[in-house]
Every structure is written in C-alpha cells, then in structure tokens.
C-alpha cells in the first residue's frame, strides 16, 4: 500500500525554478484540487524564521503554472514580494476602508470606521496581524461587554450585549478573509490564512423583540402625527410593510408604484442585501 500511494506520488506533475534558500519556488498538481503554488516566505515569529506558503493557483493550465513561478521567483529575488508577517493592523484596516468599506451604506461605513478605530486602541496599530490569537479574541470579548474598550464618544462608553459583540467580531474576520483573497499585486495575498477563523463568536440567545398592542399603536400614530406627518407615514409603513426604519428612510419616489399599488425595496438598502416588491 505505501508503495503504490509512493509511486502515485512520484508520477504527479511538478515544475520548480529559483535557488534553494533563496527564491526557490514549486508548482505542482494535486490530483482534482488543481495546480498549487509552494515556497517559503520569510517570518520572524515562525520556527527557523521562515514560513511555507502554499496556494491555490485556480486552474490546472501546466504551462501557465511555470509561467507564475518563474515571475514569482524572480521577484523574489528583486526583492519585490512583501511577506505577510509584514502585515500590520494599521495598513489591513486602511486598505479595507480604502477598497471595501466605500461600497456599504453610509451607515456600514461610519460603523466600519469606529470599529477600526476601536481595533487599533485594542491590539495596537503595529500590531502584526497574523499574529492574532484566541488569546487577544478572548481578551476583546471580555472587554467589550464590560465596556472597558468602546468607539469614540461619550455614549458608547457602556457595557454591551453579545450582539454587539458579534457584530464588531464579524466586521474583524470579515477584513482577515478579505485579505486572504486580496492580491497584493505581485502574485499572494496579503494574508496566507485569517489567524481567527473558526473562534466561537458570540451570540445572543433570546433577543428581545418587543410587540405592541393595536391600542398602543393607535397611541404611537397619535403622538407621531403631531410631531410630524411624515413621521406618521414612517410608522405606518414600518407597521403595514415590517420593514425598517432605515430601509424606509431610503425610499424614492421611483421605488413607487401607484397604478399597481406596489413598492420596490432596492436590495442596496436592505440589511440583507434582498430587493423585494411588497404590495402598498
């Protein structure tokens, strides 16, 4: 058996090119997965003070495989390539704001960039980031529900609930998994894997969602109607619809339409991204 999986081996395909301990790059195929790309980077933090990379080239075109190590390898040995370990917080969450985050509704925005904030006051700005730990993931849990770390700002100085929590935690692992898929222009990613992927993250377990009773709406429309009647046609819609009073703010005339009594909601506005009609 380990004759035949040893044999299986040696008939697999694989092309290498550069100098040992240098820029010594490998191709190679791994059976239905593709053509992967091999090498090792330098890493401070790593055994030996080097690291191996290995990576998905997406294809299984052979001579388009040697083509990408042999311009990897040479850029290895200009000195081009940037090593991951280089990576820190600061620089992940100026690119993410610069590429990403301007692609999310004003209000995802402004709460990307309070959160970032918040990041670099917590782990540090010069802080590597695939040096993260369950270690510092742990220590930002505990300090953000106790409100000992919180955005800028005099009202958010408070403890918090787990869906808080959650929802900075998902904004961190989101920009990590970005910069595993985002190229950094010479052929790897800015981060060869996300240091926190698979942490429990936390989560509410009964979240309160509070009901009315028709005589208290009733009261709502009253008090909204003297305030303002277009306060009054919000609550109306968020009643009528259960949509939110963000996706309602949002709405233009052209989503309207009164011949056939119906109003598009624009996926850009809603919080799942679902463009939907709903019946007026």
């Known amino acids: 058996m380990a004759s035949a999986r040893k044999q299986k081996r040696s008939r697999a395909w694989s092309y290498a090119t550069g100098e040992r301990g240098r820029n010594r790059i490998r191709v190679y195929e791994w059976g239905s997965k593709g053509i992967y790309l091999d090498f090792f980077e330098l890493a401070p933090e790593a055994p030996g003070g080097r690291r191996r990379v290995r990576m998905a080239l997406g294809h299984a075109d052979r001579e388009q495989a040697k083509a990408k190590a042999d ?162 046609c919000l609550l109306s819609l968020a009643h009528e619809t259960g949509h939110r009073a963000a996706s309602i703010r949002q709405l233009r005339w052209s989503d309207l339409d009164l011949e056939r009594k119906s109003v598009v909601w624009r996926g850009e506005n809603d919080k799942i991204r679902f463009e939907h009609t709903t019946p007026l």
């Open 71 to 232: 311009e990897v390898a040479l850029a290895f040995r200009r000195g081009e390539l940037r090593s991951s370990a280089s990576l820190t917080l600061a620089m992940l969450f100026d690119m993410y704001a610069r590429e990403v985050t301007p692609s999310k509704c004003a209000a995802q925005q402004a709460h990307d960039r309070r959160c970032f904030e918040m990041f670099l006051r917590f782990f540090g700005s010069n802080r590597k980031a695939c040096t993260l730990s369950r270690i510092e993931w742990d220590r930002f849990v505990g300090a953000r529900r106790a409100g000992a770390i919180a955005p800028k700002g005099p009202r958010h100085r408070q403890r918090v609930r787990d869906r808080t929590v959650q929802q900075n935690l998902r904004l961190l692992l989101a920009t990590l998994n970005w910069a595993t898929l985002a190229g950094d222009g010479s052929g790897q990613p800015f981060l060869e894997r996300n240091p926190l992927k698979g942490l429990p993250v936390p989560k509410e377990e009964s979240p309160k969602r509070p009901v009315v009773t028709e005589e208290q709406y009733q009261k709502l429309r009253e008090a909204a109607r003297a305030i303002s009647p277009r306060l009054e």
